[in-house]
């Protein structure tokens, strides 16, 4: 479990500064092909909700870490083992849910 949560971790070191600039409205991080349906004006209020999905990863990530490090340091305890690795598809799922809703939200084209 130190593997996985160090990776975990680690991750979560990456998307945290991501999702702070998204916050601050920096839309320039985000592909090309998904803004070309969101107006020009609100490229800022799109990228700041796409940060609140990318910040649920982030913790997700970070909370998953945490756990499997403090079960490694713990001596195997299997119940946070399992609660850690149970914690990310849930954070997983619901940060790619509010980024789709994000999307929808925010473009003009509601095919997605």
């Known amino acids: ?5 160090i990776v975990s971790l680690a991750l979560a070191a990456v998307f945290l500064p991501l ?3 998204l916050s601050m409205g920096k839309a320039n991080l985000v ?6 349906n969101v107006p020009q004006e609100r490229h800022g209020d799109y990228a700041k909700a796409l940060a609140h999905g990318v910040f649920t990863v982030c913790a997700s990530l970070a909370l998953s870490g945490g756990l499997a490090l403090i079960s490694h340091i713990g001596g195997q305890q299997k119940a946070l083992a399992v609660a850690a690795v149970c914690i990310l598809p849930a954070g997983l799922a ?3 849910v509010m980024l789709i809703i994000a999307h ?7 095919d997605f």
């Open 1 to 5: 479990m130190l593997i996985y949560a």
């Open 19 to 21: 999702g702070i600039m």
């Open 94 to 96: 619901s940060g790619v």
């Open 31 to 36: 592909h090309d092909y998904h803004l070309e």
């Open 104 to 110: 929808r939200k925010y473009t003009k084209n509601k």
